[in-house]
């Protein structure tokens, strides 16, 4: 774990966590941080901690002690957000410290108690309410609900206007040096953005309408500092990933880089020989290609691609008179996930029924998608000349749809 300061009297300390699955689903190849802050004024504040496995504990308490702050002698715990990434040791915290309050929302403490049975010396707050920890040290909450739990709050500390966002302007990505903006390498900004698109699409683009909230309430709070749950901090210009939060948001709703995911599947190679010619064709046009051939793309990042992308072109043969299998479950978790409003375009191979391409306008229409479908093409075993010439249409279709929607998302920033 390692600890920063990071405004006058708040100290940041980030635990890289790797090996796992985000939430039991997300494989995080880069790791991810969990980063609590402690607060001091004449009282001491812990705002947010870690996972509650052992060693993340102890290294929590160990790390504390180096910044001179006695784990007993801690006044306040605040739950930003009750999920067990940040509030997994609270149970094992009881052990060594029987005085703490804990300040959490009103929808927190219930969950509290059905997680740790937590009743007492809990203090629900309302939006916008207060805590003075003594020494020039206000604290204030700012209820940000749904923005993946109805849990969740930001807290800010009115005198350096440092926000303590927990999931919010979060990322994956694990941090060996530059926990800051301004100390950041411009590929190390890539880096972050990337992995802040793939948190944001695998964790809260489902609630993207609600994230959207917690953004406009964040940009009347006049924030100098922002400092996630999970990545960097924002001290140079905070202002950069409420932007990029914003952009995310819109990306859910049609949005999306010019880029072109093509989501496919193919067990013989018919419908791939036709997957490899259009990739080209689309490179030529200077359009970035994310071939997602499942299910060798792991959930996280195929999820991620088809988020950021302007276009999708789904590309998959029949299998049992269905469509084949992994692309109908990569389908079905962007349905989960609701990415909507994609301009698409779909074909595949089929032996003697066809019912793939059935099936994905079956799934768009039950997760209502809502996307703009060029006219799909189905073909009989190997694509003849023709049946190419009609999928590199459809293709060029779609990338003139690319083109205007990826425009119109730049002119928005
Ligand atoms: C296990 C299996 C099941 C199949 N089921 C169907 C089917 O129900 N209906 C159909 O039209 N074709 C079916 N096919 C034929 C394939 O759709 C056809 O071979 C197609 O060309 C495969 O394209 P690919 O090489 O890109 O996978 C099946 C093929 C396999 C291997
Ligand atoms: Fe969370
Ligand atoms: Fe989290």
Redesign the pocket.
Known sequence: MQTKQIADGIHMLSMNVEDILFEGIWSIANGVTLNSYIIKGEKTALVDGVIGWDGAIDTLYNSLKEIDVDPAKIDYIIVNHMEPDHSGWIDNFKKINDKFQIICSPKAAGLLDAFFEIKDNVTAVKDGETLDLGNGKVLSFHLVPNVHWPDTMMTLDEETKTLLSCDMYGAFGKIEGHFFDDEMTDQEKKKFEEEGIRYFSNVMGTFSPQVKKAVEKTEKLDVKVIAPGHGPIYRKNPQDIINDYKRYCGYRMGKGKKEISILW?????????VVNIIKELIEKEGIAVNSLQMPYVNTSDMVSAIFRSAGVIIA???????L?PPVAVALDEIGRKKISQKAAFCF?????????QKEIVELIDKYKLGWDFVEPVEF???ASDEEMEVVKNGVIELIEKVKKVSEHQESCG
Do not use: I, L, Q, V
Request: no cysteine.
């Open positions: 599947g193919s067990m013989y190679g018919m419908t791939e020989r998959a043969p029949t299998y049992e008179y269905k084949f595949g191979s089929y032996g003697w029924s066809g019912g793939a009989n075993g190997r």
